[in-house]
């Protein structure tokens, strides 16, 4: 059972642009939304997370909404820059936490 | 948040041989996690280790292959045993990580290479 599709597998933006990854799951005992992000040679580390009783939350340029209804979640990097270029998985978690198959971002200077 | 040192960074053995990962965390942690990933592919739960009991391994891993111990509250191995090109992969652990609203902190990884 395929429990997080994640989209697009990869991403190509230009500096400036706005970035958006899209996270879809089945399980709803899900109560708590994060996207890690992996640059090459290291482990993922968080970025941001989301509670599932806000619809969205804002750190700097990077934004999480989240539509409890429709079981997805999203990741906005705002004014995307190329240091911004890693590969992102959003990684849903309940009693277990599961990670979407990784989002390649590429931004180009 | 918790810092993992995870010790050796990468190597390269010989098929039918065995390596020991290390994972130290600069704080006492109930639960320690170790994960595999493919090149280009996403994290796979290996197994979650706990201090003092058993580790819990996830379906299609096995003890017999990926032993691992949990000494204290800090530290905690993964052997891969009698390796073979397939075992070929980044080995991360991690910790849950209270300060971080609840997220996981990963170590850097082992790049396992097996010729």
């Known amino acids: 059972q395929q429990q997080v599709k994640q989209s697009p597998q990869s991403l190509i933006v230009q500096k400036g642009g706005i970035s958006i990854i899209n996270c879809a799951y089945e399980?709803?005992?899900?109560?708590?939304f994060p996207w890690y992000q992996q640059f090459p040679g290291k482990g993922p580390a968080l970025l941001i997370a989301?509670?599932?009783?806000?619809s969205e939350k804002k750190e700097g340029r990077f934004t999480i909404s989240f539509n409890k209804s429709a079981k997805q979640f999203s990741l906005h990097i705002m004014d995307s820059q190329p240091g911004d270029s890693a590969t992102y998985f959003c990684?849903?978690?309940?009693?277990?936490?599961?990670f979407g198959a990784g989002t390649r971002l590429t931004v180009k200077p | 948040s918790a810092v993992i040192s995870q010790k050796p960074s990468r190597d390269i053995c010989q098929r039918g041989t065995s390596l020991t990962i290390q994972c130290q965390v600069d704080?006492?942690?109930?639960?320690m996690f170790w994960y595999r990933q493919q090149p280009g592919q996403s994290l796979t739960l290996i197994a979650t280790?706990?201090?003092?009991?058993?580790?819990?391994?996830e379906s299609g891993f096995v003890i017999d292959k990926f032993p691992i111990s949990r000494p204290n509250l800090t530290f905690s191995t993964l052997t891969v045993s009698n390796m073979s090109p397939e075992d070929s992969s980044i080995y991360l652990c991690?910790?849950?990580?209270?300060?971080?609203?609840?997220?996981?902190?990963f170590g850097s990884g082992t790049r396992l290479t097996v010729v």
């Open positions: 704080s006492q942690v109930t639960m």
């Open positions: 989301i509670r599932p009783d806000v």
């Open positions: 399980n709803t005992a899900f109560d708590y």
């Open positions: 991690s910790v849950e990580d209270w300060d971080r609203e609840w997220g996981y902190t």
């Open positions: 280790a706990n201090q003092g009991s058993e580790a819990t391994y």
């Open positions: 990684a849903p978690r309940g009693n277990d936490m599961r």
